[in-house]
């Protein structure tokens, strides 16, 4: 399975500010996903990071809140922009070599906002 | 819309005692998952169940896949300290790329 690493790990922020979460991979991987878990609560998809295209984003999650970067098969950035407490969570990478295969996911940025 | 329930919720076990999880899921699926999640860590894929009747072993966990009941089951064999942690399920339609997970299983084995 691939080694992944996420930048920062975790970090406290004041509200209105951005953070730019950094997702780095050992190899080359087609698809590329971003996840938020709430403490003690499952994983909710964010969206979908192909590189060479738009992100794909689920019902709830917008462009304008969570701009993601996927400029090559290594490396995505995921940014949470204008902080509120409620953006307060884990966010969590993971990969995957095609549709359908495993994902494996990244260690996960811990953020407070305050 | 996919839904995905797991259950129980919270599972607390004495050592060397069996018991199950389940996982039911709302529409027909293309792929079932699951993984574990040790406090403070990320997910670990345990298995991944592919068509009806599938059974995947490791160590005292076995999976099972039932695509016509819409069920999965994680069986826990003689349960042991080291099996504490969270447990999900998720299921994956492949049209839409659509995965969810479930709640998560908090499994806590005492000796």
């Known amino acids: 399975s691939a080694v992944i690493s996420q930048k920062p790990s975790r970090d406290i922020c004041q509200r209105g500010t951005s953070l730019t979460i950094q997702c780095q991979v050992d190899?080359?991987?087609?698809?590329m996903f971003w996840y938020r878990q709430q403490p003690g609560q499952s994983l909710t998809l964010i969206a979908t990071?192909?590189?060479?295209?738009?992100?794909?984003?689920e019902s709830g999650f917008v462009i304008d809140k969570f701009p993601i970067s996927r400029p090559n098969l290594t490396f995505s950035t995921l940014t949470v922009s204008n902080m509120s407490p409620e953006d307060s969570s884990i966010y969590l990478c993971s990969v995957a070599s095609g549709v359908g295969e495993t994902q494996y996911f990244g260690p996960g940025t811990r953020l407070l906002v305050l | 819309e996919l839904k995905v329930e797991q259950n129980p919720l919270f599972l607390s076990m004495q050592e060397g005692k069996n018991y199950t999880i389940y996982c039911n899921y709302s529409t027909t699926s293309d792929r079932l998952y699951w993984y574990r999640q040790d406090p403070g860590k990320s997910l670990e894929s345990l298995f991944v169940l592919l068509s009806n009747g599938a059974v995947k072993q490791e160590g005292r966990l076995m999976a099972s896949l039932d695509t016509k009941a819409r069920l999965s089951t994680l069986h826990i064999t003689a349960a042991v300290h080291d099996l504490s942690a969270t447990y999900f399920c998720?299921?994956?339609?492949?049209?839409?790329?659509?995965?969810?997970f479930g709640a998560g299983t908090r499994l806590t084995v005492k000796p």
């Open positions: 998720a299921v994956l339609r492949y049209n839409n790329n659509d995965m969810r």
């Open positions: 190899s080359q991987v087609t698809m």
């Open positions: 990071a192909n590189q060479g295209s738009e992100a794909t984003y």
